[in-house]
């Protein structure tokens, strides 16, 4: 019989499966340190570097292995070409806070190629172009507005008769000069290395389970092992110390990722983005967002990795169609594509105003900081929360700490910030439906469904070998009743995102607590 954790083995990424991290090596002990870190993806791992090369003793902590979670998931653009548009930062943020987001990514791809030199890093780190295009027959105002904005918040921008593909002809595209890609796993592994030499620590296959501040701060885990530190991190995409303010500010986006083979040499070397989105394109689900599109060599071949057809999570009737979409628009304007060689899907935290919230957490003691709000930017973000959160603790003076601040109110983000909440609180209307199936009899083999069972709901899983799992549909962050998502076999809370294995077993926050049994 296929586990959980075996169905996800068929969905891992390329660099998942390029990469295999070291074995788990679990904190055991109490122990004390200058700073701990919560999360080894880019972001924490990027915090932890800073800080250990400054000289400052850090412990890192993952419930999984280095880079099991979103950076391990990620398309891996480094690119000072946000996702959100300038000239929607420009409306929101202000034209100096535009200014401000340009040179926070343009230092972040400068500071990934300083320290892949640094630390002799293989991880394909290159330098590349990018390029942004309309769909075909759509209006230039997107191109034209996007221009302008970011030449005043001052990019290396210019416009070109059409983007580098030979056999799909873009129209006008935007030419974005000096952007980068590297393979994200392997960055990790060199960042990791480098803090254990600088005398840090890091320790995976262990779990926080209580996160609090003060004088002192206190990281419990769940092996009964305790961290205390002088400032705590918590760097797991979406704060999981933190139960109301952030995830009102955000909102959780599922995208998905396929890669394809492809002839060496067919391809131009360069990141390419399209903006549909932007243009109105529609389908039953309602606006299609952008696409983005890169190559990576996998030993002797080359694939081609294609990213998109975001929705919010735990928000869809058919989870395997997003895939099916993202091969026919792939295969449409790369005839050239063959084999389908990998598939998997990624979540990224949507801010209201498109930047980040990378700093102190609002409302909380003085020595926690966080990281989320990547959008889809995550590689750059992470790499900004290095640089930013180490200032931060080390009290040095940082143009980009008002950019970045979790506790920042933006006004004119008014409406998106209703959108998401409304958006949310319709989610409670699960309570008062009925349940997927009319009973567990319904459900087949390596499949699950939300029942009504009296005044509950349980989330009802059949494995592979017939027998039948029930825990709990209420999601233990904010009480949403989460959703079956077929094509991985997870729980996905519609509200703000957590998801659980097909077991109940907690796999992203903001939860942090497995579904309670039934």
Known sequence: MNTPEEHREKLRSVWQSTQEPPALSPLTADISTDVCVVGAGIAGLSVAYELAKAGRSVVVLDDDRIGSGMTGRTTAHLVNALDDRYFEIERMLGADMARLAVESHTAAIARVAAIVAAEESDCDFEMLDGFLFNPPGESQEVLDREFEAAQRAGIAIERVERAPIPDFDTGPALRFLNQAQFHPTKYLASLAAAIERAKGRVFTGTHATHITGGETARIETKSGATVTAGSVVVATNTPINDRYLIHTKQGPYTTYVIALRVPGGSIARALFWDTAQEAGMQDQHGPIPYHYVRTQKVGEHMVLIVGGEDHKTGQNEDYEAPFRSLESWTRARFPMAGELEYRWSGQVMEPIDGMGFIGRNP????????????????????????????????????????????GRVSLKATPDFLHENLNVAAQFRDYVTGGDLAGEHQIAPGCGAVLRKGASKVAAFRDDAGALHEFSAVCPHLKCIVHWNGAERTWDCPCHGSRFDALGTVLTGPANTNLAPA
Not at 363 to 380: A, I, L, P, R, W
Not at 382 to 400: C, F, K, Q
């Open 363 to 406: 409302m909380d003691e003085k020595n926690v900081y966080v990281v989320s709000g990547d959008s889809g930017n995550g590689m750059t973000h992470g790499v900004i929360a290095g640089m930013l959160i180490s200032d931060l603790i080390l009290g040095r003076e940082n143009p980009w700490t008002a950019l970045y601040d979790p």
